[in-house]
């Protein structure tokens, strides 16, 4: 099933926004991730994540980390990411399956209820709180950051993706047509 990037209604919210462009943005990454050969989505860079694939990995781990804290409920990770990366595209489905259900999240929560705070446990140890939207725009954010290493990993090969900046993203899609 593909995943809607266009405004949901006459007056979308700043975080339905959000959570399309993340989407959006994952897509763009993953299509310029098909035409890499295969060997270069999980060399070794310099990189805190070490691969491409890798670093994908990682902002699919921690976006479903989030995913269970928002829900009230467990993961079962006990680091950032695992100690290996599924086929691209494994994870491609994974993370559009998960595109998917921050979207839906995003468009059912009111204000109070994107102003409730949760309590969690950090995976490296320690308590958490954040609000739902501050979790929201921590998982936006925290893409945006990973998708950018991915794209100077890529540029090494060399690579180059389509513009996957937030003005692209309010230009080609949220405010066209």
């Not at 860079?45 to 781990?61: D, E, L």
């Amino acid at each position: 099933m593909a995943i809607e990037f266009g405004k949901p209604n006459d007056n979308p919210s700043m975080l339905q926004m959000f959570t399309r462009y993340k989407a959006w943005a994952n897509n763009i990454s993953f299509e310029a991730m098909s035409e890499i050969p295969p060997a270069e989505l999980v060399k070794l860079h310099k990189a805190t994540f070490g691969s491409i694939i890798h670093t994908m990995n990682h902002t699919y781990v921690v976006d479903d980390i989030f995913k269970a804290h928002l829900e009230g409920g467990k993961h079962t990770y006990s680091a950032r990411n695992t100690e290996t990366s599924p086929p691209l595209n494994d994870l491609r489905q994974m993370c559009e399956e998960m595109d998917r259900w921050y979207i839906a999240q995003a468009d059912q929560f009111d204000d109070r209820q994107l102003a409730e705070i949760i309590e969690f446990e950090f995976v490296g140890g320690g308590k958490g709180t954040m609000s739902r939207m501050e979790i929201f725009l921590h998982i936006v954010n925290h893409g945006t950051y990973h998708r950018g290493m991915i794209s100077s990993m890529m540029q090494q090969i060399p690579v180059f993706t389509a513009a996957n900046d937030l003005p692209v993203f309010l230009r080609d899609v949220w405010h066209a047509g």
